[in-house]
């Protein structure tokens, strides 16, 4: 029997995670603008450098479950990634989420003004999960079960955290068909369950991404305006990838499956 439950370290407490979804995710936000505030005071021009140790303090500073761990550390710049920040669940032997660790690409253990959108966006990511620890418990069990493959990975990469490129209305919803397709494709051979868990993980994904651009953004342009040089943020990278409309696909798939469900389930006792 599978066992699936947060280590203490990560399962923030009921007082955290209560509220509707609409309420957890603008305490996620407000969250992460705190964060700013407290950490921005530390930056006193495009030159100055706060190491990691201290950003780290002001992290913890902020988080409303003391017991939750989010760590941060600086990873060497790669010139072939796509990406310069990540947050990411660190297993323990069992499988079990036991922290989370944000990465921002930086030669040293220290950051400058133009890392803090990407510490922001990815920042958002973890306060996401904090407050909505349904996605850590899925995100766990897809691990435990070894679905998190990377075939799944670049399954979702490359089809939904992606730029789509169209001319017209019937090409969008032409390509929205096509993604439906290949979504149902690879769901093919697996049980209701597992079906749902990778539906629920992609939504979740994109949800969370929808708020951390917004974020990434927000914070960008308040560091522009008090004469940071800031690289543009990809505010548009959301509606370009076609996110809200993912999003939808994905609700409208997870209902078309349970529908399915019951529909057997219904026809098994009917001939029992």
């Known amino acids: 029997m599978l066992v699936n439950k947060l ?85 323990d032997a069992n499988d079990n989420v036991k922290s989370l660790e944000i990465d921002v690409e930086c030669p040293h253990q220290a950051l400058r003004a133009c890392h803090i959108p990407v510490l922001s966006h990815e920042f958002l990511h973890a306060v996401d999960d904090m407050y909505n620890p349904k996605y850590m418990t899925r995100v766990q069990k897809l691990v435990k079960k070894g679905l998190d493959t990377n075939e799944y990975i670049y399954f979702y990469k490359d089809n939904f955290y992606c730029e789509e490129f169209f001319k017209t209305r019937k090409k969008k919803k032409e390509l929205l068909e096509l993604i439906k397709n290949k979504t149902k494709e690879f769901l093919e051979n697996f049980d209701i369950s597992d079906k749902l868990d990778y539906i629920q993980d992609m939504r979740y994904s994109l949800t969370s991404e929808l708020n951390a651009y917004k974020t990434q953004y927000k914070i960008a342009s308040k560091l522009k305006s008090k004469g940071f040089l800031v690289k543009p943020a990809p505010i548009n990278y959301p509606k370009k990838g076609l996110f809200k409309e993912k999003i939808d696909l994905l609700k409208q798939l997870a209902k078309d499956y349970i529908k399915q469900e019951r529909e057997m389930h219904k026809q098994f006792l009917e001939k029992s």
Request: aromatic letters at 8%.
């Open 7 to 91: 280590l203490p370290s990560i399962q923030p407490s009921l007082s955290v995670v209560k509220g509707s979804a609409k309420h957890r995710n603008k305490a996620a936000r407000q969250l992460t603008e705190q964060f700013y505030k407290e950490i921005i005071r530390d930056f006193k021009d495009d030159y100055s450098i706060v190491p990691n140790e201290q950003l780290q303090k002001s992290m913890d500073s902020v988080l409303p479950d003391k017991n939750f761990k989010i760590k941060l550390k600086s990873i060497k710049p790669d010139k072939d990634a796509t990406y310069d920040g990540v947050c990411k669940g660190i297993f």
